[in-house]
């Protein structure tokens, strides 16, 4: 039947997107080319039947309106073909939706991922990535950055990160183990500090939680 | 240089300013970093924590923050290395010293530049670092006088006569000086030995920035419990120490009625028995080195006596090889009264075990003394799973994380690695005696562990390793009952990692006071060897590393030395 | 010694100016009273379905506050126990401010076609929903997007479908959402229930819980403020008679507040550090907005 594989696709990504809930699920390449070559057969025969119509109706009738086609094909016969292109154009808006649904979709995970994880993606988020979507990540990262820099520019003030300051703040200063070697880093105060591999600092708040979605230091309870 | 005023000449140097912690690797400086960093973090001090377990490790922490940080507090180390020559480049740098290895480097206590501070508790700090001040003094201030009654001299020749005269007497007396100041710091260097915990003056000062609570005594008090148990301090000391305690104690609980949740810690008389409340009494009685030095529960004999003395106190073999909390309630009642029986005494020789000690209560758990918190928090400590560089810090922090007072999980796994430690010690000291490996060579015992010994992961560091050497000297003197045993120090030599061994010495059994002469021994004896053949790494100058082909040589030189 | 808002222990008083449409002199306003209108607006923005008008000066006024109190702070003695005290606060209106605009974000990036084309459509005179960053901000994001669109799917579709159709991407804010709030000044509304139109009165301090679309309008006037369940009261309590209405037929809660519930006093933070720390010095713990 048409549109179920489009369909399937929609379910597919709904699935996937509650299953996961802080990745990008594989892109259905096949999928998404068995849509479109649906698509291209269903508008290829719309596009035969529909000059067919035009052939059996006065060649004056035919418009553009598909609807005008329609009715004046009642009055000439050619119903059968009439109802097929209504049914083949619905089917092929449909694959459209589903398939824009399908895109769209991902593009908000997308989007969420900037929020979640950072502005460099790890390895298996961008596997699962087209190249586009690899693009308008890249893209989206710096209308964002040019966003949060220009916020009270007109006042003097040097833009405001947004992605800091996530949960209302219970101290301003912050004990944390250091994960990964990530050289030098200078808090508010301005004295710079070295972050070696697993030491232990308690430092301003400044930045931690750029560094937690990285991954480079880990908050210790205590 | 000695400070003074806690509060005055160090906390409030420290704020506004980038610490850097450098702690070492036993129960005393994790219960002092806890009390300290807990301070540090309520008045929003930036700081690290940077724990070492060696000299190379202090080295390499020291370097790699040496452009960012301009306070140091260095905790159970460095107080016997010269800091200024240690520590390259010190300019517009403060280190304070808080450590409770004895004796105290010259150069730190006469620091001029005012740059080491050391922190300690002591009225009179140490008497034979005085006398060498005063002689310094004297002698100085001598050549001073001397040199100046020269200049106003006029006459030329007879100035001239004269000072030749006065420099030949100068040059004497200088002589004469200089070997009074080397016999006097041979004299306080000989002995190695420790101070009070320096827990005790964290809680000193938490006390006098007046943020003191019950919490920070509760973890003093496992501290002091470490210089109990590893026998750094001697007994009077202890009991004089857990007075003090008390008396905080008292200071610190609040008149009215404390919430059930809050921690309640109480001094007790309890029986002696190492983890005994999580375990179950017939093993902790076996494993603990007290009473099985007494019983002798090594042997069949000694097993044989045990059964019987349960029998008489009247407890049944499977209660007492069940969980002490599942086991009978009459029973533990019983349990509590028994070991006070003087058939104990008469018959089976088995006496003094109870000790006062510290108990923690908090919610609707059951109580921790503060030996089973000192052992959790030791085992974790020296955790063998995770040995390796890089891994110290997740086991101090394991560690911290233990005394905390919400941490349950933690410390009831270090409980449970508690009893295996204790379980390894016990048959790895059984396995000494039922080899015979223990023999007296010369002026000490010596004891060797045989390289595949599966129990040797154990110990690869420093508490654990003292404690078995411990163990097996106190097993020893009773399993052979010869009087001269219990007169001579016992050295111990264990596999380490990359061909190395571990060797440590402690003092003879019959000696109250630790004073253990094997730091400055072990030190001489490096020198008469092959550069690299000795590594005296550890902090602690009793115990040091001795590469695989040179270490038969090594017990040589000091059977040589120990005549 | 009080502690104000402004940082410093010196600083005091008038900081920010306002212009009002009438007048033609600015009207002077304390810093503290900026804050409470932000906090407002931002749990007016957190609450409510749709983008509110933004609240342009509030914002600039705090952003600038923000920088100054930095300057502050670090001017300040390291060892008075106030100093934690303010730099708490310093990060506790950092947060407000952040807060604020990142709810505002994610409502423009979710509705962000439909927001586009009512600014297209908007006329001169009206005022814009958007911050200038903000517009600049979704110009950018829906020209990108649209892009994307056009470059993967739409040009391999069929000739007859490729037309990039806005009205597929809209997304309406849920107007038929349901929100607590509090009113503040007397009003009248009618609200259409099962096909019914009833008049509620509302009245001074209450809470209701109704939809958002037929109270909306009350919003902007700034009649109703949004809140969560557990909100405090304002500081004046009146006494109401049980309004006469048709219970079951409504669709709106009353929920009558008893006269003895105070407000507790916000107090900086319930962490066991703080209340150590100020035990320590033995002063009263000070009580900031």
């Excluded at chain 1, 912050?174 to 500090?193: Q, S, T």
């Excluded at chain 3, 503040?184 to 009618?190: F, G, I, Y």
């Amino acid at each position: 039947m048409f549109g179920e594989r489009s369909f399937e696709l929609v379910k597919d990504v709904e699935r996937q997107m509650t299953g996961c809930v802080t990745g990008v699920p594989t892109y259905d390449e096949n999928g998404v080319r068995q849509v479109l070559d649906e698509m291209q057969l269903l508008f290829d025969q719309n596009q035969k039947d529909y000059n067919r119509i035009g052939q059996k109706v006065n060649q004056n009738d035919v418009t553009e309106n598909l609807d005008v086609t329609m009715n004046s094909s009642t009055s000439t016969g050619a119903q059968g073909e009439a109802a097929g292109v209504y049914l083949r154009h619905t089917a092929l808006e449909r694959n459209k939706d589903c398939l824009l649904a399908y895109m769209s979709t991902r593009l908000e995970r997308i989007r969420d991922l900037r929020w979640i994880k950072g502005s460099v993606l790890p390895e298996a988020d961008q596997n699962n990535m087209t190249e586009q979507e690899l693009q308008y990540f890249t893209d989206y990262n710096k209308i964002l950055a040019n966003y949060m820099r220009d916020i009270g520019v007109d006042g003097d003030f040097d833009g405001l990160d947004l992605t800091e300051h996530m949960e209302p703040p219970k101290s301003h200063m912050v004990y944390f183990k250091v994960l990964k070697e990530y050289g030098e880093f200078e808090p508010e105060d301005g004295k710079i500090i070295v972050l070696r591999k697993n030491c232990v600092h308690h430092l301003p708040k400044y930045q931690c939680e750029t560094l937690i979605r990285q991954g480079v230091i880990e908050i210790l309870t205590e | 240089m000695l400070v003074k005023h806690l509060r005055k000449d160090f906390y409030e140097l420290l704020f506004g300013k980038r610490v850097l912690i450098i702690a070492n690797f036993d129960i005393d400086s994790v219960c002092t970093v806890k009390i300290l960093t807990e301070l540090l973090k309520i008045d929003g001090i930036s700081f690290s924590l940077c724990p070492v377990d060696g000299i190379t490790a202090m080295k390499q922490a020291y370097s790699d923050y040496r452009e960012t940080v301009s306070v140091f507090v260095l905790i159970n180390c460095g107080i016997a290395l010269d800091i200024r020559a240690f520590f390259d480049n010190l300019k517009n740098k403060l280190v304070f010293v808080l450590d409770y290895h004895r004796p105290v480097h010259v150069n730190n206590f006469y620091d001029e530049t005012n740059q080491i501070r050391i922190l300690s508790l002591d009225d009179n700090f140490d008497e034979g670092l005085d006398s060498d001040d005063d002689g310094d003094d004297d002698d100085e201030s001598e050549i001073m006088d001397m040199g100046d009654s020269e200049d106003e001299d006029g006459s030329r020749r007879r100035g001239r006569k004269r000072k030749r005269r006065n420099e030949h007497d100068r040059e004497r007396r200088r002589a004469v000086w200089k070997e009074k100041r080397n016999e006097l710091l041979f004299e306080y260097t000989q002995f190695c030995y420790y101070a009070p915990p320096s827990s005790l003056v964290a809680l000193e000062l938490s006390w006098a920035i007046s943020r003191g609570d019950i919490q920070y005594v509760w973890w003093t008090t496992v501290a002091l419990t470490d210089a109990l148990l590893l026998e750094k301090l001697p007994r009077s000391e202890y009991v004089q120490k857990s007075t003090e305690l008390s008396l905080h104690i008292a200071r610190e609980a609040s008149t009215t009625e404390t919430p059930r949740d809050c921690l309640k810690v109480n001094f007790e008389k309890d029986l002696c028995f190492l983890l005994y409340r999580h375990w179950n009494l017939y093993d902790s009685i076996k494993m603990t080195p007290h009473s099985a030095c007494m019983l002798k529960s090594w042997s069949l004999k000694g097993e044989g006596r045990f059964h019987e003395m349960l029998g008489e106190l009247g407890l049944p073999q499977v209660e007492c090889h069940r969980k002490y909390a599942s086991m009978d309630v009459r029973c533990r009642k019983k349990v509590e009264r028994a070991f006070s029986e003087p058939v104990l005494r008469d018959k089976y020789n088995f006496n003094d075990v109870t000790v006062g000690t510290f108990i923690s209560e908090i919610g609707f758990r059951p109580a921790f003394s503060a030996f089973d918190s000192h052992l959790a928090c030791l085992a974790l400590l020296e955790n063998p799973v995770l040995n390796g560089s890089g891994n110290v810090v997740d086991n101090f922090l394991d560690s911290l994380a233990a005394l905390s007072k919400k941490q349950f999980d933690t410390l009831d796994r270090g409980i449970g690695m508690a009893k295996t430690h204790l379980t390894a010690m016990y048959n790895q000291v059984k396995e000494f005696l039922s080899m015979n490996v223990v023999t007296p060579r010369g002026g000490f015992l010596y004891v060797q562990m045989p390289e595949g010994s599966p129990n040797v992961c154990y110990f690869r560091n420093t508490s654990f390793l003292v404690f078995l050497a411990q163990f097996t000297q106190r097993a020893a003197v009773s399993h052979v009952r010869n009087r001269r045993w219990s007169t001579l120090p016992l050295v111990l030599c264990a596999p380490h990692l990359s061909g190395y061994w571990v060797i440590v010495g402690i003092k003879p059994l019959s000696l109250e006071l630790p004073k253990n002469l094997f730091g400055k021994l072990f030190e001489t004896l490096a020198i008469k060897m092959t550069d690299g053949a000795v590594l005296m790494d550890f902090l602690d100058p009793h115990i040091v590393l001795v590469h695989g082909d040179h270490k038969d040589k090594f017990i040589q030189l000091l059977e040589a030395c120990m005549v | 010694m009080d502690i104000s808002l402004n940082g410093g222990d010196d600083q005091g008083g008038p900081v920010d100016n306002e212009e009002d449409d009438d007048d033609d002199e600015p009207i002077v306003v304390t810093s503290a009273e900026v804050l409470q209108r932000l906090e407002h607006g931002w749990m007016n923005e957190k609450m409510s379905p749709e983008l509110l008008p933004p609240l342009e000066q509030e914002k600039d006024a705090m952003l600038g506050q923000i920088k100054v109190m930095e300057r502050n702070v670090t001017t300040l003695d390291k060892r008075d126990v106030r100093t934690d005290i303010h730099k708490l606060e310093l990060e506790r209106i950092k947060f407000v401010v952040v807060s604020y605009m990142r709810t505002r974000f994610f409502k423009v990036q979710r509705m962000s076609f439909t927001l586009y084309e009512a600014e297209m459509k908007r006329s001169r005179n009206q005022e814009s929903i958007l911050f200038k960053e903000e517009f600049t901000f979704l110009k950018n994001l829906v020209t990108r997007t649209a892009d994307y669109f056009k470059a993967t799917l739409i040009s391999k579709m069929p000739p007859v479908l490729q037309k990039f159709e806005i009205k597929k991407f809209r997304v309406l804010p849920q107007f038929d959402a349901f929100v607590f709030f509090r009113v503040l000044q007397n009003q009248t509304v009618q609200v259409e229930v099962n096909d019914e139109i009833l008049t509620i009165e509302l009245e001074e301090g209450d809470l209701h819980f109704m939809r958002y679309e037929p109270i909306a309008h009350l919003l902007a006037g700034g009649a109703i403020h949004l809140s969560t369940l557990k909100a405090n009261p304002p500081s004046r309590h009146h006494h109401h008679p049980h309004a006469a209405n048709d219970d079951d037929k409504v669709n709106a809660l009353k929920i009558r507040e008893e006269q003895g519930a105070l407000s507790s006093p916000q107090k900086i933070s319930h962490h066991p550090q703080w209340l150590r720390k100020l035990e320590g010095t033995g002063g009263e713990c000070p009580h900031l907005i």
